[in-house]
């Protein structure tokens, strides 16, 4: 039940705010964010067992992110490709950003449920491939948890309006945003996604923050760029004991992805 939050051109220092929480099964083994040695100018995390990855960025200003759609009650495959090579694809390609959804839309079967996330800081670009619909983010508040971008669950009309109201003040708290991310209210029982989970479970994961017993939120990743094409990149790990460690990242972006 992944969330990634968007604020485009929305701060007077900053044109994109991009922020997101990785929710996976605990025993997934993975790599906090770092440069890749076999990608030098790809920051990301990495799944250590399909070898993907869920978000990341280039030194070129390439950026993608996905999360799992959830818009049917069918069963997942087993079977399909990950949906962590959708993003790697990108980061590593050169295709731009309309070219490359459409040359995921001829793949789209290939894949479980997902939303994808691809663009640059002045442009990102949606897909949803169980409603095979792509669209250009206009400017201003965007969010998409597992149904597809902007649905109106709890969570996402939360963070929408939190991030709204952090973006009017003049400075960026980072760790005001690492709390919004954190925020462990589930949502209303009448209020919950209709999903077929356990009444317990579906609570659970209604909240932005998640913790069950085998699965919850195992990162959030904050991106900032400012207008000057200045990357502050941080990353909050989470063990299920509760214990955190960040990673952070400065860079000026060497060209522009348009």
Not at 111 to 132: E, K, Q
Not at 149 to 162: E, F, I, N, Q
Not at 203 to 226: H, K, M, P
Request: net charge negative.
């Amino acid at each position: 039940m992944c969330l990634i939050s968007m604020q485009l051109s929305q701060h007077a220092s900053y044109k994109l705010i991009l922020v997101a929480n990785r929710d996976e099964q605990y025993d997934r083994p993975s790599l906090p964010a770092h440069f890749w040695p076999e990608h030098p100018d790809l920051l990301a995390g990495k799944d250590l067992r399909d070898h993907g990855t869920w978000l990341g960025i280039t030194k070129q200003g390439r950026i993608a992110a996905v999360t799992n759609s959830y818009l049917t009650t069918d069963q997942e495959s087993d079977k399909k490709l990950s949906r962590g090579n959708l993003v790697m694809d990108y980061l590593t390609g050169s295709m731009g950003p309309a070219d490359y959804l459409e040359r995921i839309r001829q793949q789209r079967s290939d894949y479980n449920g997902f939303n994808l996330i691809v663009g640059s800081s002045d442009r990102l670009h949606h897909y949803n491939n169980i409603l095979d619909g792509c669209s250009v983010l206009p400017t201003g508040s965007h969010a998409v948890s597992n149904a597809t971008l902007d649905t109106p669950w709890p969570k996402v009309t939360r963070t929408k309006a939190a991030m709204a109201a952090l973006t009017r003040s003049a400075a960026l708290d980072e760790e005001s945003i690492f709390r919004i991310m954190a925020d462990l209210t589930p949502a209303p029982d009448d209020q919950l996604p209709d999903l077929p989970l356990p009444l317990p479970i579906l609570r659970a994961v209604s909240a932005n923050f998640i913790q069950t017993e085998r699965y919850g939120t195992r990162s959030t990743t904050l991106i900032l760029i400012d207008h000057s094409d200045w990357v502050t990149f941080v990353e909050r790990s989470y063990l299920q004991d509760g214990t955190s460690s960040d990673v952070r990242f400065n860079f000026r972006l060497l060209a522009e992805e348009k």
